[in-house]
């Protein structure tokens, strides 16, 4: 995948202010509290600010918005002292998920295209826990630095969004030896998003 594409995509992520906690409820606390189990857990955990209504994403047709109605952002680690996994959880404003969807999914297949050998990729789509997922892989852990997949979720039944950086730890901190190891990891962790998701949106 274009490594500089990847490697900004978190820079994009939602500014955080001090008024981000002054909400009336908390719809996405049950699904952020969620990611704490089976051996994961977040060290950060950062609420979108009430003013900040959308995001930018590139498209195939420039740069467009997604709404964001609420959302955390947090650094998800295991075992090692460095993060595993950079997530937002989103939701989207009232009667908006199904335009956010369609950009997001442009924003995907984008990346897709505008990747590069070595670390040419391509967009899968599945569906886990009824939440739909798409995934870009970089088909070698040795050859990437910073983030090394990139998972979207889309849940319709509660309007939800979860980005997923997954970080290429460094050699020295890895908690996984080969790409299947890395595979492995990042599946298990993918699945119990994609189950929290289902389990804990209101």
């Not at 075992?79 to 998920?97: C, D, H, T």
């Not at 849940?155 to 080969?178: F, G, I, K, W």
Request: net charge neutral; aromatic share 6%.
């Amino acid at each position: 995948m274009n490594q500089r594409t990847l490697v900004l995509i978190p820079l994009l992520a939602f500014a955080l202010g001090a008024n981000a906690q002054e909400r009336a409820t908390d719809p996405l606390g049950p699904v952020a509290k969620c990611i704490n189990s089976d051996g994961f857990h977040y060290q950060t955990k950062d609420r979108l600010p009430v003013t900040s209504t959308s995001r930018p994403v590139v498209t195939s047709k420039g740069q467009m918005a997604v709404s964001t109605a609420d959302g955390y952002r947090l650094m998800v680690y295991r075992k090692s002292s460095a993060p595993l996994v950079n997530l937002k959880i989103e939701r989207s404003a009232q009667g908006r998920f199904a335009d956010d969807r369609l950009v997001l999914i442009d924003q995907m297949k984008e990346l897709a295209a505008s990747s590069k050998s070595p670390n040419q990729v391509s967009l899968d789509t599945s569906m886990q826990n009824g939440i739909e997922v798409l995934a870009m892989n970089n088909p070698d852990i040795d050859h990437v630095s910073g983030v090394i997949s990139l998972y979207t979720l889309l849940d319709a039944a509660h309007d939800t969004v979860a980005t997923a950086y997954v970080l290429n730890q460094r050699p020295e901190v890895r908690e996984y030896a080969s790409n299947a190891e890395y595979a492995t990891l990042r599946d298990r962790f993918i699945a119990l998003l994609s189950d929290c998701m289902s389990r804990s949106a209101k």
